[in-house]
């Protein structure tokens, strides 16, 4: 069963900077695909980056709202996924979760797509 923990968010001002993290456990490395969302209050859960944990993989795909300023990483040795997050604005005020699933598809920023979730980590974005 994939364990998934947030940490790293918090308060700061817009155009600031947070990076968030992803501990991760019992996954298969040769077929994870990981990927970060968030969910502002009264809107929709909303797909971020994705990162292929796949052997020579490691590509990324971003949304639009985020490409530019938000960088997902992962490191191998640690277990643990990232989300740097740079000049933050107030409209990235939302919960931040983590998520995983086996094997890649199509539509990898789709929340049905992931099984697995983390508990989610606050950010606080003020103006």
């Known amino acids: 069963q994939v364990k998934l923990v947030e940490s790293g968010g918090g308060s700061v001002q817009a155009g600031g900077s947070l990076r968030l993290s992803c501990a991760i456990s019992a996954y298969d490395r040769s077929r994870t695909l990981m990927a970060w969302f968030r969910q502002a209050p009264g809107k929709e859960l909303e797909g971020l980056a994705r990162?292929?944990?796949?052997?020579?993989?490691?590509?990324?795909l971003y949304a639009d709202s985020v490409k530019g300023r938000f960088t997902i990483s992962q490191d191998n040795a640690k277990n643990t996924l990232y989300l740097q997050m740079n000049s933050l604005k107030p409209e990235d005020t939302a919960t931040y979760f983590c998520?995983?699933?086996?094997?890649?598809?199509?539509?990898?920023?789709?929340?049905?797509?992931?099984?697995?979730w983390g508990q989610g980590t606050q950010v606080t974005v003020s103006s």
């Open positions: 998520a995983a699933r086996l094997g890649f598809v199509q539509g990898s920023l789709l929340p049905p797509n992931y099984p697995y």
């Open positions: 990162i292929d944990l796949y052997p020579g993989g490691g590509s990324t």
